[in-house]
Structure formats: structure tokens, C-alpha cells
């Protein structure tokens, strides 16, 4: 087992590293095409890589566990393991970051709302891509 300092500060970099993700995710709908003309192009790309290597990962995850959902996180997947949670816990297959996030932050919501942002999100990215 790993010592004790040392996971806090791998958990600390894992979600340092969500935390920039998320806000690349987010923070590129406010880049104006003025500034980056080829901002749209990247930030679907972005996305469609990102959300092609969760459910890669959640693939592998479903096939290694037997169970578990298709779209699973990498990063919290090793988030969770250094927390002690192993692979096939549900607290790294039914685990959200942004969930965890806003729960710290002590807000409070319908777990429903985090998909639909995350929907609502991919799919004005789309929009912009494909007009």
C-alpha cells in the first residue's frame, strides 16, 4: 500500500487534473472565434476525445467487472483506487467529479441536472460544429 502523504497528493494532482478538463470544457464556449477562429474545431474534438476515452474506459471497466456503467472516467477511476475504493466499486463507476465538486462547494441538486448540462453542453458544441 501506498504511504499515506503520498496519496493525498496523487489525489490532489487527480483532481487538479479534472478540475482542468472541466473547466477546458466549459471555459472554451467563452473563447470568442475572434481570438481562436479554429475554437469550435478543437473544442468538439476536445469532447468527442474525451467522452471517446471515458467509454473506451468504461468499456474496459464493464468488461473487467461484469457490470458498471459505459461512461466512466479514467481519472476517477485512479481518483478512487488512491481513496482505497477498488475498480469494481460503484463509488468509481457511479461516481461523478462535478458531483463531488458541488457537493464540497455544499450545493445542492438533482443528480439529473449534471446530465443534462453535460447533454445540453455536447450538444451545442455539435451545433456549432456542424453549422
Known sequence: MMNLKYNKQLIKFLVFLHILFFISWIGLFFVPESIWPNRVF????????VMGLNVGWGSSIKLY???GNLFVC???TMTQYARGHKISDEKNNGHSFVSEILLNLNIRYPRLII???GTLSVLIISYQYFL
Not at 42 to 49: N, T
Open 74 to 76: 479514467p481519472l476517477t
Open 115 to 117: 446530465l443534462m448540462g
Open 65 to 67: 467487472n461484469k457490470r
Open 42 to 49: 478543437y473544442h468538439f474534438w476536445y469532447v468527442i476525445g
